[in-house]
């Protein structure tokens, strides 16, 4: 038997083995797939079929109409947004330097002082939220060594107010900005720099002309990943902002609880996500969208 | 391009330690004015420290950098005003290939007009007219190779850096730029300190070549004189191929194996003496041969290996010391009917008799 003859006996094998391979491949997503329409889409599409029908039980657009209606609905949208932004923006001013420090240390530092990023990942969001109140309220430790050493005579407003809810969310959303930030910044090769000194650039002029601009996707991702996360935040704000911070999460849950109206909340949850891939989409035009969901390169 | 006059460079008493290693030991080194100075050694041997210590990213524990008069040791990166091609040539991946090359005149804060036209000067000095609007990610690795070279030399350096750079392409290419970069340096005439761990490299584009080994200057010569007349067994055997054969030094000369060796000159050094034998100044004596000023071996044919262009024939020496002599593969030779386990003489000119001192490592 020539060859060419043994080729072609064992092409349809072959090509049988491949598409085994692939489907023995794609089996692994089956769990996830199934997992992610249960518990995601079929409630969140019966959640969205929810907000168009009236109290009547007919179809109807009330929900959304009320919301154009009542003027404390803006309110609350525009503090989502303004907490949101708020919470992001300090994030970027506290992690950028921060992110920057641990991609220039040696790499057993930098691991050692990446725990300490990510060590409250680890305790429960609600414990971290009640400790900032034992620290912030009005006779809790930062006023009390405030007035004791003198700085300040009257106690501070720290807590039950904006400036409170955004130090404990600010704590908490740190990681998820630093974390793609760090990647990305650790991806930009040490050469880069030395070149552009070596171009003539002054350690100033390298920063903000060659690293500053290839971080920008890591920079991008984790505030974008802050953002988002931020609009739909719950328990901080809750306990926190002591009434005064109301976000949509927290009117949501007010419409459950008090008025017992799902019809009224899903239509919330739904501006509220329609506002996000809004956001999300505008993003994707200004940077690549798989440099943002890939957090980095 | 304009042609620049190069600056000379002085170094002296370098040294950088690293915890108890000496990364460079005491190094004096005076580079002239426009010479292409290779600095040669194995990975590890301190070679990338010095080119990092004349570019200013490494800082020297004690020593002078001049160039020309003005000692920079205490100037920062910036202010050396060296071109610089790095090993992977670090160019910025949020710049095309014109931004990139215009970036040093940017800072420089030459007007628009003249920038754009050195900037197609260089891409013309390196060959990549009309390329100047793609981006890094589009050009191969030659290419990136000749934006980092036109970025290096856009502001007329006097002095140049080479890390390695052409260490990333392929043989053909390679040996194509390494000619390429040669007539530029010819032409531009800046001082040019390039470093190679690649001996062939090394001996084709220097003018000068440094061998370098654990932080230690071994030797600064000519491509030649290095290759002819290393100044250690280190040297011999990182630079081309040689056997080693233990001499005496009697009195009068040295001696191997009993015989006496014809020789030009000798170190100074009488004790550790080595004959370094190269694999193709050796020759089969043919019957008649005049064998003044010649050094004879006995040897027994061990085996032969073709190579293509030439053959190596290992050969064993009379007290079990084994050689190998490369000899070409041209036809009709005499040397063509040597068998495996053929008794044969060979002979090595006085004048490729060169006798070496152990050490260097």
């Known amino acids: 038997m020539s060859i060419s003859t043994y080729g072609h006996v064992n092409e349809q094998e072959l090509k049988n083995h491949a598409t085994k391979e692939r489907r023995i491949l794609l089996g692994l997503t089956y769990p996830a797939v199934f997992c992610v329409i249960t518990v995601m889409v079929i409630p969140v599409a019966w959640l969205f079929y929810l907000s168009f029908i009236g109290s009547d039980g007919n179809f109807s657009l009330e929900h959304y109409q009320r919301m154009l209606d009542s003027k404390s609905y803006a309110r609350i949208f525009l503090m989502t947004f303004k907490v949101s932004l708020l919470t992001t923006v300090i994030c970027i001013c506290i992690g950028y330097p921060l992110a920057y420090f641990l991609s220039q240390l040696p790499a057993r530092v930098a691991n050692i002082c990446m725990l300490s990023v990510l060590l409250p990942f680890w305790t429960s969001l609600l414990v971290r939220t009640y400790s900032w109140l034992v620290l912030l309220q009005r006779k809790g430790i930062i006023n009390q060594a405030g007035m004791d050493m003198g700085f300040w005579d009257e106690p501070l407003k720290l807590v039950h107010n904006l400036s409170g809810t955004l130090i404990g969310m600010v704590h908490i959303m740190l990681p998820f900005l630093i974390l793609p930030l760090y990647a990305s910044m650790k991806s930009i090769p040490q050469d880069y720099m030395k070149a552009s000194s070596n171009l003539g650039a002054t350690p100033t002029q390298s920063f903000w002309q060659v690293f500053f601009p290839l971080s920008l996707p890591g920079l991008m991702a984790g505030s974008l990943i802050v953002f988002i996360l931020s609009l739909g935040f719950f328990v901080t704000p809750a306990i926190l902002g002591g009434g005064k911070v109301i976000m949509v999460a927290m009117q949501i849950t007010n419409n459950i609880e008090l008025f017992y109206d799902w019809g009224a909340a899903s239509a919330l949850g739904v501006v509220l996500l329609v506002m996000t891939f809004g956001i999300l989409f505008i993003a994707s035009k200004l940077v690549r969208l798989d440099n943002v969901l890939g957090g980095g390169h | ?361």
Request: neutral net charge.
């Open chain 2, 1 to 361: 391009m304009s042609t620049t006059n190069g600056l000379p460079i002085s170094i002296s008493g370098i040294t950088k330690r690293y915890g108890n290693l000496h990364a460079l030991d005491n190094i004096d080194l005076e580079i002239k004015q426009g010479e292409f100075l290779t600095l040669l050694g194995p990975s590890g041997s301190g070679k990338t420290t010095l080119l990092m210590a004349l570019a200013g990213f490494t800082r020297p524990d004690h020593g002078s950098i001049k160039f020309g008069d003005e000692e920079i040791i205490l100037k920062a990166p910036h202010q050396r005003g060296v071109g610089m091609m790095f090993q992977n040539y670090a160019l910025f991946p949020h710049m095309n290939v014109s931004q990139n090359i215009s970036y040093p005149l940017r800072l420089r804060k030459v007007n628009k007009t003249e920038i754009a036209e050195r900037v197609n000067q260089a891409l013309e000095t390196v060959q990549l007219t009309g390329f100047g609007d793609r981006g890094i990610n589009q050009l191969s690795g030659g290419q990136r190779q000749r934006v980092a070279l036109a970025r290096a030399i856009v502001f007329s350096p006097r002095i140049l850096l080479m890390d390695e750079p052409l260490s990333a392409l392929d043989k053909n290419l390679r040996e194509k730029m390494q000619i390429e970069l040669r007539h530029l340096h010819e032409e531009l005439g800046m001082t040019t300190v390039y470093v190679t761990h690649d001996q062939r490299e090394a001996l084709t584009m220097s003018d000068r070549i440094v061998v370098i080994n654990n932080g230690k200057l071994m030797q600064c010569a000519t491509p030649r004189d290095l290759y002819d007349y290393p100044a250690n067994k280190f040297v011999a055997e990182f630079i081309g191929e040689s056997a080693f054969l233990k001499v005496d030094h009697q009195g009068d000369g040295v001696y191997f194996d009993g015989q006496k060796l014809v020789v030009e000159t000798l170190p100074k050094k009488q004790k550790d003496l080595l004959l370094m034998v190269r694999p193709e100044r050796l020759m089969v004596m043919v019957d008649g041969q005049n064998t003044k000023d010649m050094n004879i071996f006995n040897v027994t044919v061990s085996e032969i290996v073709y190579q293509g262009e030439t053959k190596m024939i290992y050969v064993i020496l009379a007290d079990g010391v084994s050689m190998s002599m490369r000899l070409s593969t041209r036809s009709g030779q005499p040397q063509n009917q040597i068998d495996k386990g053929d008794k044969i003489k060979l002979v090595l000119h006085k004048s490729d008799t060169t006798v070496v001192v152990d050490g260097g490592y």
